[in-house]
Structure formats: structure tokens, C-alpha cells
């Protein structure tokens, strides 16, 4: 139970808070957050959340038939939605901002003693665009991706519309690669006025297998009157609009069984329960001291501190130094006519694999000037 004063302090720093976000536009990550809003790790962490659940990723190796991989491959991808988007606020009771990072910025980490890796790095500030890869060699399987997100406020809530892709990749036995396009869903944050900020997501997302089969992700939420927070219905049809193989129903957060229709009398079996205690791990990163300058959790520690004791004048002193400083090092490069160069990836304009798989979905996924850029692991 908060005291009134309290209780008073946080209304009139949200009220306020929504109302300077009432005049912005387009990219939250240009609007000065207050510290107490602020999450104490950078938008770099979060491609960690597509290896949590490393079993699950692995086991889309052993599936024997396209159809079967392409299962697989869904089962993965619903089984990393509900770390993504509603880990902040099972932990902390409410969604944060996370640092927006700053260009070149990397995160290193890894599962099983390196079984699995995760590369990420910041390769744009602006707009801010986020590169990842994510690999189990001994398995043969990848995943390279790339996220921005554009922003619109409207007086009830935030909506995010996730900008990029990944590209999932399995070698198979003949030595042939299978490729599976995934694109990412529409995110709102509502309970903005009750200072209670969620994630729910919306219209609908694609896995694109290079086989032929598609699975098509709707999202719904709890609406104003009925209806339950973090469903979907999933189809996976051959090619999109086609012949339905498998209906899957039932929420990301818990959950999702097989509907009818679907194939071989699975009806009311269980697909995936992603509430399962120990079904995702969080990722393993090298201690600080041991970190890189430009790695997240080094180059934000001060920030981080500053918000996890609830000093937020020495935490917003720590992220102004660092973004002053950021700001500077681009002002040098311009001067000496320079231009930042990435490290970890290498972009791939009009990525043709892209491109094909995109064509298979039938141009539902635009092909705009970003969209149809991918970042590749560097052989630097
Ligand atoms: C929108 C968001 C930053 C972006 C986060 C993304 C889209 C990043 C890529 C991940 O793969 C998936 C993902 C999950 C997060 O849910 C999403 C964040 C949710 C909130 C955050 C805003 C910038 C924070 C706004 C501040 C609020 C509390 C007013």
C-alpha cells in the first residue's frame, strides 16, 4: 500500500509524463525519459530473449520433414514472445525504457558454455536500428535479424510498430539449407494512466518457410469489455492463404493447444505451454571487468547503478556524460571525414533471400528502404 504522498507524487509524474508525450512523434527513442521510467539495461539485451529458450531452439534440427521443422520453428518463436514482451513487467509490475543504445554498441553472451552465441550490435543510431545473430553450430542453425521501431501516441496509449526481420536458417542432412523469414508483430502499451505500462500485441506476424509453408501469427488482447490478454490463433497453411495443415489457439503467455483444423487427430493437444517454470534461461554474459568498452553492460553501468539504488540525479548524470560523449566522437569522425564503421555485421542491401521469401508471402511485408536491408555476421 503506497501513502497518499506518494501515491500523489507518482500520479503527478505520470500526468506529466503523458502529457510531454502527447506533443512527440514518431521515435520514442528521441523523447527524454524521465530516469524512474527508465529500465537499468539497454535495447541491445534484447535479442538474448529469441535464445532463452535454447531447447527449443535446438530441437528444430531434429525435425524430420519440412512440416515438421516448420512446427518446430513456430513452436520457438511463440515460446520467446512472453520474455520479450511482458518479462519487464512480471519482474518489475509495470514496462520500462530501456537505454537507447548508441551506435556500435554490442552485446556478448552465450548458453552452454558457448553451445549457443549471441551477437548483437547497435549498427544505426538514427533512426535506431538493432542487429543480432544467434547460433547453435553444433545444431546447424542460425538466426540473423534486425529491429527498429516506429512509434505513434495516441491519448490511451503507445502503439510500436516493430520494423525489421529474421532470418532463420537450418542445414539439413543433405546439406541443403532450409531458410524460415520471420517477421516481427505490432506492439501497444496501454495502462499508461494507471501508471501501469503493459505490452500487448496486435494484427498479425508471418513465419515464411523456404519449403513453402507459412504461419500466420494473429494477435488479439482483452479489449474493453471481455476477451483474454495475449491470444493468438496460428495457422500453418501451404503457402499463404492455402490449404490449412494446423490451427493452434491459445495465448503466448501460456498455453496453446491444437484446433481444429489440423491434422493427424491432434485436436485439443497441447502445443506449447509457455509458462513452464525453466523453459527459458536468461543468457550468460562475461563479468564487467572483463567486458569491452563498447560492450552494454560496461558502457552503462554508472546508469544502471544510479537507477537500481533510486539515485536518479547520478543516473542521469552518467547518461548525459555518455550520450555527450557519443555526440562528440560523431562530431570528430565528421570533422576528420570519417564514418563509423560497424564491427560485428556487414549490411546486406536488398538481401535476395529476403526478398524471396518476402515475394512468397505474397508482398504482405512491404519491401520499404529498411525492411529489405539485413545485417550479416562480419568475416572480418
Ligand atoms: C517498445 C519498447 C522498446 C522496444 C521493445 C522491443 C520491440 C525490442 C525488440 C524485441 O525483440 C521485442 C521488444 C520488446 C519490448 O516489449 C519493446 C519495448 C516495450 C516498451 C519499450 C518502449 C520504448 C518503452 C516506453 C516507455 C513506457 C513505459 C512509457
Known sequence: MQCCDCSDRNRRRWTSFLKSLAGATGDLSSLTAPSWILAPFSLTEFPSYWGEPKEMFAAIADGKTPEERQLLVTRWFLSTLSGQFTRREKETGSEKKPFNPFLGEQFLGSWDGGDLVL???????HPPITAYSLENK??????????????????????????????????????????????????????????????????????????GLTSTIKYSGAGWVSGT?????????????GPT????????????????????????????????????EKVTVRPIEEQGEHESRRAWKAVAEGILSGDYDAASQAKSALENAERQRRRDEQAAGKTFELRLFDKVPNDPEYKRLAHALKFKVRLGPWSALSFGRTSR
Open 119 to 125: 551477437n548483437v550490435e547497435q549498427v544505426s543510431h
Open 138 to 211: 553444433k545444431k546447424g542453425i542460425s538466426l540473423e535479424g534486425n529491429c527498429a521501431q516506429k512509434t505513434s501516441f495516441s491519448a490511451r496509449m503507445i502503439s510500436v510498430k516493430q520494423v525489421g526481420h529474421g532470418l532463420l536458417r537450418v542445414k539439413l542432412a543433405d546439406g541443403s539449407t532450409e531458410t524460415y523469414l520471420i517477421t516481427l508483430p505490432k506492439l501497444k502499451i496501454e495502462g499508461l494512466w494507471t501508471g501501469k505500462p503493459y505490452v500487448e500485441l496486435t494484427e498479425t506476424s508471418y513465419i515464411q518457410g523456404s519449403h
Open 229 to 241: 490478454s495475449h491470444t493468438h490463433t496460428t495457422t500453418i497453411t501451404s503457402g499463404p492463404g
Open 245 to 280: 495443415l494446423y490451427t493452434l489457439t491459445g495465448t503466448w503467455t501460456g498455453e496453446t493447444k491444437f484446433h481444429k483444423p489440423s491434422k493427424d487427430g491432434k485436436e485439443g493437444h497441447v502445443f506449447l505451454d509457455a509458462s513452464v517454470d525453466g523453459m527459458r
